[in-house]
């Protein structure tokens, strides 16, 4: 139906980002398909080692996930740091990463685990990697007719410390800055690291080159200030209700050094 009806029809997953932009008026599609019915969207699997996400997977359900807190807690983390319990019930994960507003919790986590996107449209399936799906605010990879249908995630290694902080105005609210982390320590050392950045830029931002600095480091407090400035370097936020931008690149400072705290002091 999707591709049939083209740029005239929309999917609608929970709707709690589309329904709010139809009734702005900043999204008139003519159609809604509802994703809803689709069964195999749903749930939450093992694949190998990778964790396999159905695309209409609330944000409840990755909260009540026993095998997403095993095995990737950041998921949890930040599923609860969404909205408010009444969103968190409808919102889905696709929905979330699929929508491509930098405001969104999941995607900039979605950079930082390497996670891929199946997507399926009327050329068959195909994979993107996380890392190259956002292309600007509400512009993503996927083209008239596409249903992201999964989220692929690999596992972290087992002993992985990952913590994502967010500064909000109020419970509730999208984020002002937040930084996600996921590392591992081995002989007191970074081993590997990775960072996503959400809501400073109009697209979530992979951090490559802060975690670049901090790999091999103990996370000193000089590398840890090299870091933080590498990646406020890559921040471009809007001055906006949440504060003017400069303050916002140094609240993601601010995140991310917390974030790093945190992550240490989680892995083992
Ligand atoms: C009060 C309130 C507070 C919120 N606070 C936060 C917050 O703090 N952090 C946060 O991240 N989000 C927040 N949200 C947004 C919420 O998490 C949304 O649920 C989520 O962004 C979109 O998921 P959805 O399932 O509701 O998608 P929908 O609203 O149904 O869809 C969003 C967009 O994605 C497209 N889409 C959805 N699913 C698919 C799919 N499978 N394939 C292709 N396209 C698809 C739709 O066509 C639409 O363009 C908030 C929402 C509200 C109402």
Redesign the pocket.
């Known amino acids: 139906m999707l591709a049939k009806l083209g740029d005239d029809g ?11 932009m139809m009734k702005l008026r900043l ?1 008139t599609p003519g159609h809604l398909v509802d ?1 809803a019915g689709i069964a195999d ?1 749903k749930g939450i699997r093992s694949d190998g080692n990778d964790i396999v996400i159905g ?2 997977t609330t ?1 409840h359900d990755v909260v009540g996930s026993d095998l997403l807190a095993g095995k990737i807690p950041l998921l949890r983390e930040t599923a609860l ?4 319990p009444q ?1 968190r019930y ?3 994960l ?3 990463v ?2 491509g ?1 930098p ?4 995607p900039a986590v979605m950079l930082c685990l390497n996670a891929t996107y199946h997507v399926t449209g009327k050329g068959g399936e195909r994979r993107i990697p996380a890392r190259e799906f956002y292309q600007g605010a509400y512009f993503t990879a ?1 083209e008239g007719g ?4 999964a989220v692929r995630i690999p596992v972290p290694p087992a002993g992985h410390g990952a913590a994502y902080e967010k500064l ?1 105005r109020k419970v ?4 002002t800055a937040a930084a996600a982390v996921i590392l591992t320590i081995g002989g007191g050392k970074v081993s590997s690291c990775s960072i996503g950045l959400t809501n400073v830029a109009e697209t979530p931002l992979w951090a490559e080159e802060a975690a670049k600095i901090l790999t091999g480091s103990s996370l000193d407090a000089a590398t840890v200030k090299r870091a933080i400035a590498a990646a406020e370097a890559i921040t471009s936020p809007a001055s906006d209700a949440r504060g003017p931008a400069h303050y916002r690149t140094k609240m993601a400072g601010v995140m991310l050094m917390r974030a790093l705290a945190r992550a240490k002091a989680n892995a083992r």
């Open positions: 929309r999917a609608i997953a929970g709707g709690h980002s589309l329904i709010p999204a994703l969207l695309a209409m944000q740091l969404i909205a408010d969103v409808m919102g889905t696709g929905g979330n699929a929508n507003d405001g969104n919790d999941m996927m596409d249903v992201l249908t909000k509730g609210d999208f984020a």
